[in-house]
């Protein structure tokens, strides 16, 4: 007999056309339903909740009087839930997103019993390299997934196991026809049987043994409350046959028992059998920005300040960075950070990152103010503090601003030792934006807000401090307009139409029309790009840019500002009639200390139906290039060998070499290498007759959710045939990024999160609008909590445990050999464990001397608490 597991379950997209409120009208509705089945049917033993608990977060705003029903049903093993918060896309989130997205999904899971231990991702488009190390960071080893497989990975079965290169292992059961072909079983036997034969053809093909599943659920769907008279006409059509209600659980029971299954490895974005969108990581780019600052500030700065603070003895709000995480983890499903969504569900979005950005903001502020106000010194002058957030020293240039009375003032630190620095700039402000008490008692003075630039060595994942003393001597400015960018690495100059020639001293290397931009016309929807066929490119080529570069001994400027002529829609692309533009601004900043060009993309749109590209030429002919993935690197061709066969292969979509990176993306030889890195836009692809050139790209501008019968997706639509207006991006966009050349063996990931990890300051001054008592902590005026011992480790997180008073430590290796990470502490440290990734010790480690050493493979994450 062939057993078929018939899995009720429902897929909850909290949000996609329809909006989270809309959404949640029906989960109250459904989840009554549910519990009313669960409780009063023995024969209905399990019901699958879409393993995230946000569900049930939105289900108890509303009915938290349920709460013990829901308990009662968890623990009875019947109602299953979790692992996860949300269900996380897994190309354009962080590995840090999709390690708190389990940790915050088990802890509320454990509120009511326990969770189900398989990494649950029905839907997501495509699968991360690097996932079965993240599973098995939480004792899960099992996997189900549906979108991005195909027989060229290794199989043509559909339970498999999924290896990661540090050996991580995950036994995979895929859904070959998605997680819905149980919905809405008809009774009718005639319809019924038409169906499931078309199905039970290709899940025999695939299963290794003789059992397959029958999910019976799907969006938003209600409980098929039927499900027994259809089972019974199952049993009749097939006797064959053995139907029974189960869980996912038990198909893994019999898969643990084959010895024979294959090992796959990699990461899984294949369209031949069901969608994975490559080009989604573009779509709707002010939402995918805001994603990548506010991760980036949440890990790299945020959550590191805090621990500095709670190392000094100020508590540390893991309620306030739970509700951070939570805004922007409701963000992270497939649909809502793919924005595949409509243009109200959009805007959501955009809202809670919009909130998620200001919780953080004045939570890093926060953090540097208690610090900063309780320094144990005698003196009063206003103070100037510099925090390096990495396990290192750092000798670097600071842009930052100090507000005064003072006409002319210099810095000093605590042994009385003045710091040079620049003026660029200064402006009055008003008394009463700083505190209006002070206008309030009739004080009308103005302040000044000096921005400055100066450069000194601070202390390892610490901070230094200065004070701000009155001075007889003007501030010093030695900014001046130049005609190129002359530092100890690049000699830049620019042309006319705004694009930049770059040499580089060290590689003796010209790079020509670096910021070439790229157009073309977008026949796709929110889910795919598509070109107009044999259309002609437009470029920057010919604009008259309006060009200001500027220098000091600490760096240069360049701002390049520029308009460049496009068509209005795709009926004036197809007529070729331009009658429509973008207005560009750019300004790139190349400090003399650092081999690292930055470069901030203000773009303003009037067109419609688009793609608009950077272009990065690095003068290296590449079979592959290399980026980032969660906790390591990934090399990908830069041809799809499969562009050849998919057509007569009839690929569900054409694979294009259109991919994800999270910081960075490489090409290089055995000479040197050219790395974009991000802080924005996570989208590129390698072009070029030689492949030598890197495109980022900057935004995609289109009208509708889904379209049918693309270019390069031909059939129906993706999700609904919707209009968007929203996401043809018309208006403002701000992108960050930065190029960088380096020598081939680099670590580009370390030079990335240096980019993405500034030396954040705060200026002490003694008005503010929001009081605070003085703290009874006294602190340091300088400060360095640890340091690395050997350089080649990337710092992925430093926090507080969620259950322990102890510090979690997180590091990754994305070099090609292993590695020894070693770290010295200012202190005596003890109680060192290894951990996994949910914060639960493993093996203790031994203290010499105040270090800590941990061997780390190529494109592992390792954590230590102590």
Known sequence: ???????????????????????????????????????????????????????????????????????????????????????????????????????????????????????????????????????????????????????????????????????????????????????????????????????????????????????????????????????????????????????????????????????????????????????????????????????????????????????????YHHGLIELIWKEIMKNHAHDSIGCCCSDKVHREILNRFFLAEEKVDHLITFYKRKIVDSMDTAKHHDRLTAFNLLPYERTEVVTTSVMTKLKSFKLVDNDSNELDFEVIKSEVTDPGLIDRQIVHYGNYDPFIKYTIQLKDTLPAMGYKTYFVVESDEDVKNSLKLTNKIDTDFYEITVNSNGTLNIFDKQLKQNFTNVLRLENGGDDGDEYDFSPLPNEELIYNDNVNADIQISQNRYGGTIDIKYTLSVPKNLEKRKAQVVDSAVDIHIVVTVPNYNPVIEVKFAVNNFANDHRLRALIPTNIASSFSISDNQFGSIKRDVIDSAIHVWEKENWDERPDPIYPMLSYASLSNEDYGVSVLTNSTREYEIIGEEFDTIAITLFRSIGFLGKEEMLRRPGRPSGIKLPTPDSQMIGKLTLDFAITTHLQHANVARIAKEYLTPVETYNKIPHDAMRLNKAEVKTPIEFSFFKEIRPNIILSALKKSEKENRFVLRFYNTTDVEENAAFEFNCEIDHVNLANLNEKALEALSVNKNQVQVNVKTNQVKSILF
């Open 1 to 315: 007999m062939k057993n078929v597991h018939i899995v009720p379950h429902m897929h909850w997209d909290r949000e996609w056309y329809f909006s989270t409120e809309e959404s949640r009208i029906l989960l109250v509705n459904n989840m009554e339903e549910i519990m009313e089945m669960l409780e009063n049917n023995s024969d209905y033993p399990y019901y699958v909740l879409d393993g995230q608990t946000s569900i049930l977060e939105d289900y108890f705003a509303v009915k938290p009087e349920n709460k013990e029903r829901v308990k009662k049903l968890v623990q009875e093993g019947r109602l299953i839930i979790g692992p996860w918060y949300t269900q996380t896309d897994e190309m354009v989130v962080c590995g840090e997103s999709i390690v708190r997205n389990l940790l915050y999904g088990i802890k509320d899971s454990e509120e009511f019993g326990d969770y189900m231990k398989i990494g649950y991702l029905p839907d997501s488009f495509g699968q991360s390299a690097q996932m079965p190390m993240i599973l098995n960071g939480f004792d899960i080893t099992y996997s189900i997934f549906w979108r991005g497989t195909s027989e060229r990975h290794g199989t043509d079965k559909t339970e498999f196991y999924w290896k990661t290169e540090d050996g991580s292992k995950v036994l995979v059961q895929l859904f070959p026809l998605g997680y819905a072909i149980g919905k809405y079983l008809p009774e009718d036997e005639e319809a019924l049987q038409k169906r499931i034969d078309k199905y039970f053809t290709v899940l025999d093909r695939g299963a290794t043994t003789n059992n397959i599943i029958l999910p019976n659920g799907h969006d938003q769907m209600p409980i098929q409350k039927n499900i027994f008279t259809i089972m019974e006409k199952l049993r009749k059509l097939y006797p064959e046959r053995e139907f029974f209600l189960s869980k996912y659980e038990n198909i893994f029971t019999e898969l643990e028992k084959q010895n024979d299954l294959p090992i796959l490895q990699g990461e899984f974005l294949d369209g031949k059998y069901m969608r994975v969108h490559r080009s989604i990581y573009s779509t709707r780019m002010d939402i995918k920005a805001s994603n990548a600052r506010i991760e980036n500030k949440i890990t790299n700065i945020l959550e590191p300040l805090a621990s500095l603070a709670y190392r000094l003895g100020f508590e």
